[in-house]
């Protein structure tokens, strides 16, 4: 057996049977011991299972009551369980638990931040560290330890700073896929810069809390070309069609692009000529949250790509959009959608939600939210034997 998930719900199996079966399976690849490991049982896994590339050692957790009768939840992994599995020297992914806070008092095992460094720096092919609600960025950036050059490839830093940022790239010189998110007022454009000036050939960047600044235009302008995927949610509510062209000119190979923004000036003129082959291969397209002009957006984005396969729109008050739908699918544009995910707030007649799902063959997962009753459209569904999600809220 070289591939083993073990079910998130089934957590009765008793630690000695972990223990006294996971020896047998020294040809393991792939392991999933999601909310079963301990530290005994890790003790073993370093020891048995050499070939590991892929390990959930996210830990057994037990409740207790304190004694002002709140419930704890104690875990069950420590370093210790960490210094037993940096003998898997073949480990390109691993998800585990999140770091303690320093300054809380714990109850059970934890794993700490120094643990998390000595084992990264163990292992030498580590290419994806998955731990849920910790800033992987600023674990590796504060660190006093010599640490680097390591082998991963997906970063999210959510405590950014320039000089942060360039030591992270030093650290991580084969990054793929980096999240930035600043919430300071300063500094975000010298983070942009120290991107720019790196050897780094992202895939992948998300920009959470920045503007589409003159050096984040720079940075699309020399990185550009490497990108599939791209995420900006928007600061200073003021961006326009022209850093919208901006970015598809730069980013010729997008696949997914990501726009998040209360810009009043998003919107597209009456003569208006676009660019050709901009956003051509896009195929993932999310728009929110604000002001935008719906219907003049979507007709431009759709205009610029035949492949669009999921579409996300976000708004923050209510608009009918029967018309903009209707419109698009009279122009054939989301015959190739398999997933519609519109905001509670947009609001779809009955009859619209019809004709997407009779003309929309591809589509797959439809969310809207239902102001009528749908129970003939779904049982529309069932009678045509539609390989089709329809959900409300």
């Known amino acids: 057996m070289t591939v083993f998930r073990k079910c998130d719900l089934d957590n009765g199996i008793p630690q000695n049977f972990w223990i006294q079966n996971l020896p047998n399976f020294t040809r393991l690849v792939v392991l999933d011991l999601k909310f079963v490991c301990t530290d005994e049982i890790l003790q073993i896994v370093g020891t048995n299972c050499l070939l590991l590339e892929e390990i959930n050692i996210v830990s057994k957790v037990d409740i207790c009551k304190s004694l002002i009768n709140a419930s704890v939840l104690i875990r069950n992994v420590s370093d210790a369980g960490l210094y037993s599995i940096a003998n898997l020297k073949q480990l390109r992914i691993l998800a585990m ?8 008092s714990r109850v059970g ?41 390591l082998s991963l490839k997906k970063i999210n830093c959510h405590f950014a700073s320039a000089e942060g940022i360039k030591k992270l790239i030093k650290i991580c010189p084969y990054l793929k896929e980096l999240s930035v998110t600043h919430l300071s007022a300063h500094n975000k454009d010298a983070i942009l810069e120290q991107l720019s000036v790196s050897d780094l050939r992202l895939s992948r960047l998300d920009l959470s809390f920045f503007s589409y600044s003159d050096s984040m235009q720079q940075l699309l302008s020399v990185k550009g070309n490497y990108l599939t995927h791209f995420s900006l949610w928007e600061i200073e509510h003021s961006l326009t069609l022209e850093a919208i062209v901006s970015i598809g000119v730069s980013c010729p190979n997008l696949i997914t692009l990501c726009l998040m923004t209360q810009s009043k000036f998003l919107l597209t003129p009456r003569y208006f000529r676009r660019p050709e082959k901009i956003f051509c291969q896009l195929r993932n397209l999310t728009i929110g949250n604000e002001n935008y002009n719906i219907s003049s957006i979507l007709s431009f984005f ?17 608009m009918n959009i029967d018309d903009t739908l209707l419109q698009l699918i ?24 019809k004709q997407m799902i009779q003309h929309c063959e591809q589509l797959q997962m439809f969310t809207v939210d239902f102001n009528e009753d749908m129970s003939d459209v779904q049982r529309y569904i069932c009678e045509n034997n539609l390989d089709l999600k329809l959900g409300s809220y």
Do not use: F, H
Not at 138 to 147: E, K
Not at 302 to 318: A, G, S
Not at 335 to 350: F, P, Q, R
């Open 330 to 353: 009279e122009k054939g544009r989301l015959k190739n959608l398999n997933c519609l995910w519109l905001d509670c707030t947009l609001e779809v007649s009955k009859e619209v939600v």
């Open 97 to 104: 638990d999140p770091p303690r806070n320093e300054r809380a």
């Open 109 to 149: 095992r934890c794993v700490s931040q120094a643990g998390i460094i000595m084992l990264v720096s163990e292992l030498p092919y580590l290419e994806e560290l998955r731990i849920e609600s910790c800033d992987i960025g600023a674990t590796l950036i504060t660190t006093v330890v010599d640490i680097g050059p």
């Open 302 to 318: 759709l205009d610029c790509t035949q492949n669009l396969q999921k579409l996300v729109l976000k708004y923050q008050t209510k």
